[in-house]
């Protein structure tokens, strides 16, 4: 069995009188360790799949199996533990605590999980080691982005999600990050879910999974995945 | 433009709370502010009219000289009056109770009737509704001048407040213990007397004035004027009048009093030459008698010699008889016998002869012998008729003597009775004179009383003090200006809360409005892309604020205007007597109060907006940069910082990150407690003064007060007291009088104790100044409130004015913890000392029974003549708590409303403080945070504002409730200055309570953050 595995997960939207399918039919199963890319246009259900995959999101069928359980069947806080425990989140805006330092930014999700990695050693394998009681606002995109992976890696969660993480970035800085990602899926085994709408990312994955209308249009698995210095940016 | 406006719509129904927060937050403040500001104009309203419309009085004389109707002329001759109206009226004790009785008057000073009729008769009157009843029979047992009523029993008709009584103390009463406690109305012609007891005047225009504006004081103060030049002017008539009068009455009295000495005098007189001539009659008789009496003696004497002569020739006669006898040899004896011998010698010799003829030789012989014996006798029978004649005469004298004796002595006799006669009509005659003589003692000694009488009389006469007038406004009714003050106080209370109320709602709506800007910078922008101007877009959110700005200032003014009024307003009922409250809306301060409102809301709403339209439109359309973190100040301090908890750093943090929002939670905070604690403080200060002042300080059970004054208690009294199981008792003297010191006067209970050394049973003594009270042998005890209203501190003097003027000084010896009404301490000696008079004890304070049944008690005393009242302390309590239960209403006004301060401000605050940090939440759920957690996190650092804010709000509300103390204190009651510590913890758990409701209130929203949403970009 697989250590991800999604079966036949349909989430649908009611937004007044209409009812918007946002994801139909989806099923696919990522291994463990793994370096996974969703590519997809806008609309194509990416996040959708990402928050449900994230636990930020129940579907209204189907079955996601995560290490052997059955999230789809979780409650809300069970969700919130789930969250807690197994997931390590990496966004587009960063999304870190302005008032934290870089080393508080960690150390705010560090608190609450079960066996997390040191925050120091985190951010200092991030290299960020000078920067560690920097704010937000002094650091550059690219190092927020970095204290960013540093907080969802330092949780040691069992999937690090990771929605469009070069985003906000200049290509040069976005390379360093998937460098990162890359690093710390290949280094610490760490089962990692990249979702974006570049096509170029999708070459340094193990696995990827194509969406479009809300339905998988295909699933590719890269023999020999390429190293992120050699993607033709 | 239209679809701006439909935007606008649109954003108040989407977000209806924040609608509706900014529109109760504006209702809250303008309704606070505009109901408190109303309260005193509502209130000057409602008396004014009050007064206007009962034709209240705008000044009143009174002369210690009586008013006559020359001064009622020269009234109305001056130019700014209106009104003149002459009027009676006297002070009288009814059922023990000092009641004034004034004469009604149709054009002055009209009564409220409530209830019934006026009277008809003469017998009937209106009485003060809050006493009695329709149908009472009011039997008048004392006047403060006997015979001024004719009419000593009224039936009450009908029941009526009056505008000169509005203060439920209504003053001070000439009769009984000085304290007026309740008033009627009697027709005029129940009073006689030969003056007016006082005049009542009203000044030119004052109608048209409002009572306690400047222009009433302007308009009454023309005819002030006026009267005061009249004043010296008609006392100086009334002084001449009265002199004139007491001088024609003295002559009367010397006219009549000497009329009556001259008919004495006349009466003496008559007397006196009655007796003269009775004493002219006596010494006639006395002459008389003397005469008679010298004719008697010399008559007497007459007989005696003639006697005495006739006597002695009888005597002569007899010894020549003797003498013839003797040479004859005869005796007296013998003579008869001789003869008889004689006559027989002779008879035998003419025997012998006619036997013998003629010429017997012996004829011759014996004829010759014959003849002899013849002539022999003839001379004897001469002897013998010599004898016989000396006989006879001797009888005769001797008669005549006898006769003479008996005629004498009857004289005498006679003689002697008149003597006697005149002895009596002499002593009868003396002891008139006698009486005559204590008449005329009695008379002149009746003339010196009448010359001292008059002379006195004169005396007094120039003793007679110029009758002074009193010119008295309407501030000398009892409440008339208390009211006011305290509707000042309300006023000054009043600014303080509303001015609190602006700021803050000012500021939450300032805050609001700046986070919907912020929040729609995204809107904005893309509609400043768009190409609409700056105008437009204001114009949207004016719009917003318009719609929220109208409906609140309507909502709050509406609730405003009626509610607060009316609850302040009932509270000055548990004082004064007053009329409804007219509650008077006007338009124009509620049109001024929406444009002022309106003005600065959209003030607020072109600030927030113009913060955000100042940028480019592109910069707009840009998410807002965030806040950059900062170090803050506490991280310098090592060994502090390390030992904060990680959330507790980042509590640190955001506090000082979110300086706006802190500083206005910590406001909203503080104020919200503050005021709060200042309501309970206020209920505190007020709800403890009963059981301070009757419970602790004056703890006797009732107070007797008697219908006779007496230097010692009579036998009935104590053994009236032992009956009824009394046994803890002692006599007092109270009173009440106007003290004054350094220029500022007071009214005050004088208390004088018979027995100071027993004083701890019925009263308590805390000193103020010293460690220890000791009661004072010299000087007085003054309390707390008195010393602080008259600024005296011990070894300072106060001082009483007599009736006669005279300043009473005493000295103050101790000051004592006292909380209602004035008093003055002093022991026996200290008040026959400084009064100069002797003690005379009215009153008897005494500790009851418990199972003593009040009423029955009272009555039996009453019933037994011994008391005219009996107060109880329990009643007392009561009274006081009904006084205090009005004041517990504004209390809870305040605690509402500072309730619900604390509530709109923790709301506004919280919910604002979710969204600004919306972004932040989102990520730590997504983190994993429970909802437990992300709740703490967010709440922690608000709790932490919040109980910061309370211990800051607990102590501002220390000065806060001092300072309304300080207002909101009358002169008669002294307020507990310290807050009770369950204050302080209400206070506290009431704001924490809010907050937690707050919080339960939000933590859905919190809950319901869609974190997907949130994440996804920066809007």
Redesign the interface.
């Known amino acids: 069995m697989s250590y991800i595995e999604l079966k036949n997960i349909k989430k649908e939207y009611i937004m007044g009188s209409i009812k918007i399918i946002a994801a139909h039919d989806v099923s696919f199963t990522i291994e463990k360790g793994e370096l996974v890319v969703i590519l997809g246009p806008s609309g194509a259900g990416k996040?959708t799949i990402l928050?449900l995959l994230?636990g930020?999101?129940n579907a209204t069928s189907g079955h996601i199996i995560v290490d052997g359980e059955d999230i789809t069947s979780y409650n809300r806080?069970q969700l919130?533990?789930?969250?807690?425990?197994s997931?390590g989140?990496v966004?587009q805006?960063y999304?870190?605590?302005?008032?934290?330092?870089a080393l508080?930014n960690v150390?705010?999700?560090v608190?609450?999980?079960k066996n997390p990695l040191k925050p120091e050693k985190v951010l200092g394998e991030v290299g960020l080691k000078d920067r560690m009681n920097n704010?937000?606002?002094?650091l550059s995109g690219g190092e927020q982005q970095r204290v960013a992976i540093a907080?969802a890696i330092a949780?040691n969660p069992k999937l690090l999600l990771c929605d469009e993480p070069t985003g906000a970035l200049d290509s040069k800085t976005g390379i360093k990050i998937l460098e990162l990602l890359q690093k710390s899926c290949r280094e610490l085994g760490m089962t990692t879910i990249i979702i974006t709408h570049n096509a170029i990312i999708s070459e340094i994955a193990d696995k990827v999974i194509r969406l479009k209308n809300g339905t998988i249009e295909e699933i590719k698995i890269n023999k020999k995945p390429k190293n992120v210095k050699e993607l033709d940016w | 433009m239209r679809l701006l406006y439909k935007l606008s719509f649109q954003k108040m129904r989407k977000n209806i709370g924040r609608f509706l927060s900014v529109l109760f937050i504006v209702a809250l403040g303008v309704g606070f502010f505009a109901g408190l500001r109303e309260t005193t104009p509502d209130i000057q309203l409602t008396l004014d009219n009050y007064y206007d419309d009962h034709h209240l009085m705008d000044f009143k004389i009174v002369s210690t000289g009586g008013l006559t109707e020359e001064d009622v002329e020269s009234l109305k001759a001056l130019e700014n009056i209106e009104k003149v109206v002459p009027s009676y009226s006297v002070d009288v004790l009814i059922d023990g109770e000092e009641v004034r009785v004034s004469a009604i008057e149709e054009e002055i000073n009209n009564v409220a009737l409530k209830e019934g009729k006026m009277p008809e008769k003469n017998n009937e009157c209106i009485a003060d509704a809050t006493k009695y009843k329709i149908g009472d029979v009011l039997k008048i047992t004392k006047m403060s001048q006997e015979g001024i009523l004719t009419t000593q029993e009224y039936t009450v008709v009908g029941l009526a407040d009056s505008p000169l009584y509005l203060s439920r103390k209504m003053g001070i009463a000439s009769i009984g213990t000085g304290e007026l406690e309740t008033f009627i109305y009697v027709p005029r012609s129940n009073f006689d007397l030969k003056y007016y007891t006082e005049i009542y005047l009203t000044a030119k225009n004052s109608l048209e004035e409002v009572a306690y504006e400047d222009g009433y004081e302007e308009v009454t103060n023309l005819l002030l004027k006026e009267l005061e030049e009249l004043k010296p002017i008609r006392e100086t008539k009334r002084y001449e009048e009265i002199l004139e009068e007491a001088t024609i009455e003295i002559r009367k009295i010397e006219n009549e009093a000497n009329e009556e000495i001259k008919k004495a005098e006349t009466e003496l007189n008559n007397a006196l030459s009655e007796i003269n001539s009775g004493r002219n009659e006596i010494n006639d008789a006395k002459n008389e008698l003397m005469q008679n009496e010298k004719k008697l003696n010399e008559e007497e004497k007459n007989g005696i010699v003639q006697i005495n002569n006739a006597k002695a020739s009888w005597e002569e006669n007899y010894n020549v008889f003797i003498n013839t006898l003797s040479s004859l040899g005869l005796t007296e004896n013998t003579l008869d016998s001789s003869l008889t011998t004689l006559n027989t010698e002779i008879a035998n010799l003419e025997q012998i002869l006619s036997t013998l003829p003629e010429t017997d030789p012996n004829y011759s012989a014996t004829k010759a012998a014959l003849d002899n014996l013849k002539i022999e006798k003839n001379n004897l029978e001469t002897l013998i008729t010599t004898r016989d004649t000396l006989n006879t005469s001797k009888t005769e004298i001797e008669n005549s003597e006898k006769e003479l004796k008996t005629k004498i002595s009857s004289a005498r006799a006679e003689i002697e009775q008149a003597r006697s006669q005149i002895a009596t009509n002499e002593q009868e005659l003396d002891k008139g004179y006698e009486e005559y003589l204590n008449g005329l003692n009695t008379l002149n000694e009746k003339k010196a009383e009448v010359e001292k009488q008059i002379a006195d009389a004169k005396a007094q006469l120039e003793k007679i003090e110029k009758p002074e007038w009193y010119l008295l406004d309407r501030t000398d009714n009892n409440g008339y200006s208390s009211v006011w003050d305290d509707a000042m106080k309300v006023d000054a209370i009043a600014g303080i809360f509303p001015i609190f109320f602006i700021i803050v709602v000012a500021l939450m709506c300032f805050n609001t409005m700046n986070r919907m800007v912020e929040e729609e910078r995204g809107e904005i922008g893309t509609l400043t892309s768009l190409g609409y101007g700056n105008f437009s877009i204001i114009n949207g959110y004016l719009f917003y604020i318009f719609f929220a700005t109208v409906i609140g200032v309507t909502i709050g003014l509406l609730i405003g205007y009626t509610l607060i009024p009316n609850v302040i307003y009932s509270i000055y009922h548990a004082n004064y007597i007053l009329p409804k409250l007219e509650i008077n809306m006007k338009l124009l301060p509620f049109f001024i109060i929406i444009l002022i409102t309106l003005g600065l809301m959209s003030l607020i709403a072109i600030i927030s907006c113009l913060k955000e339209l100042k940028n480019v439109p592109a910069t707009i359309l840009r998410p807002a940069a965030p806040k950059a973190g900062k170090k803050v100040f506490l991280e310098h301090i090592k060994f502090l910082w390390k030992r904060l908890s990680f959330t507790g750093k980042v509590t640190a943090r955001n506090m000082f990150r979110y300086k706006k929002r802190i500083i206005m939670t910590v406001l909203g905070v503080v104020g919200s407690t503050a005021l709060l604690l200042t309501g309970f403080g206020l209920r505190d200060s007020i709800s403890s003064l009963a059981d301070l002042q009757y419970g602790k300080i004056n703890h006797y059970d009732a107070l007797f007060v008697l219908q006779n004054n007496f230097t010692n208690l009579t036998n009935d009294m104590t053994a009236k007291l032992q009956e009824d199981h009394i046994t803890e008792y002692m006599p007092i003297y109270q009173a009440s009088f106007t003290f004054e010191a350094k220029d500022l006067t007071h009214d005050v209970y004088l208390i004088a104790l018979s027995n100071p050394s027993d004083i701890n049973k019925f009263i308590t003594f805390n000193s103020k100044v010293n460690d220890e009270f000791i009661f004072p042998d010299d000087g007085v005890i003054i309390s707390e409130k008195m010393a602080n209203l008259l600024d005296i501190q011990i070894g300072d003097f106060i001082k009483k004015r007599s009736s006669s003027n005279e300043l009473v000084v005493l000295p103050v010896s101790e000051i004592v913890e006292n909380y209602t009404m004035h008093y003055v301490y002093m022991n026996k000696a200290t008040y026959e000392k400084y009064f100069e008079t002797e003690l005379k004890y009215n009153m008897i304070m005494a500790n009851l029974d418990d199972n003593i049944n009040h009423d029955e008690l009272a009555s039996k005393w009453m019933d037994a003549g011994l008391t005219s009242t009996i107060n109880f302390t329990e009643d007392n309590i009561e009274i006081f708590d009904n006084m205090v239960g009005g004041l517990n209403l504004i209390v809870l006004l305040i605690i509402g409303a500072s309730c619900m301060l604390a509530f709109i401000v923790l709301y506004n605050l919280t919910t604002i403080n979710i969204a600004e940090r919306i972004r932040e939440i989102s990520t730590l759920k997504v983190l994993g945070f429970y909802d437990k957690e992300v709740s703490s996190y967010v709440y922690r650092e608000t709790l932490f504002l919040t109980i910061f804010g309370i211990l800051l709000g607990l102590v501002a509300g220390i000065f806060l409730h001092m300072y309304v103390i300080n207002v909101a204190e009358t002169d008669n009651i002294l307020f507990l200055h310290s807050i009770l510590w369950p204050s302080y913890i209400y206070s506290f758990l009431i704001i924490i309570l809010f907050t937690i409701i707050v919080q339960i209130l939000t933590n859905q929203k919190l809950k319901k953050i869609d974190m997907v949403e949130s994440l996804k970009s920066v809007e």
């Open positions: 996040t928050n994230g930020m999101d806080k919130i533990t789930y969250r807690r425990n997931i989140f966004f805006f999304n870190l605590v302005q008032n934290l330092t508080e150390e705010l999700a608190q609450i999980c704010f937000p606002a002094q907080r949780k």
